[in-house]
């Protein structure tokens, strides 16, 4: 028996996750590293805590998508008991 890779659009949103997370992690350290020299400490946590606020909107958004078309949750998308 040959392993599947799941329901389908899973595999994909997977890997938008790990590419959205790593494009934040590295795209907002090198943007301080060079771009910010005259920003203070606390405006370079903020630039990257902006970045990872957004890729986390991302990510959610596309997890959210993909469980609501499974009635994984609640209302207008399907029942929660299917």
């Known amino acids: 028996m040959e392993p599947t890779l799941g329901p389908r659009g899973l595999v994909g949103r997977i890997i938008f996750t790990i590419l959205t997370l790593a494009a934040f992690l590295a795209g907002s350290l090198i943007y301080v590293a060079f771009f ?3 920003f203070s400490v606390f405006q370079k946590v903020v630039v990257v805590l902006v970045a990872l606020i957004i890729s986390v909107t991302l990510v959610s958004v596309a997890w959210v998508t993909w469980a609501g078309r499974r009635g994984m ?4 998308w399907g029942p929660w008991n299917k």
């Open 73 to 76: 949750i609640r209302g207008e």
């Open 36 to 38: 910010t020299g005259g």
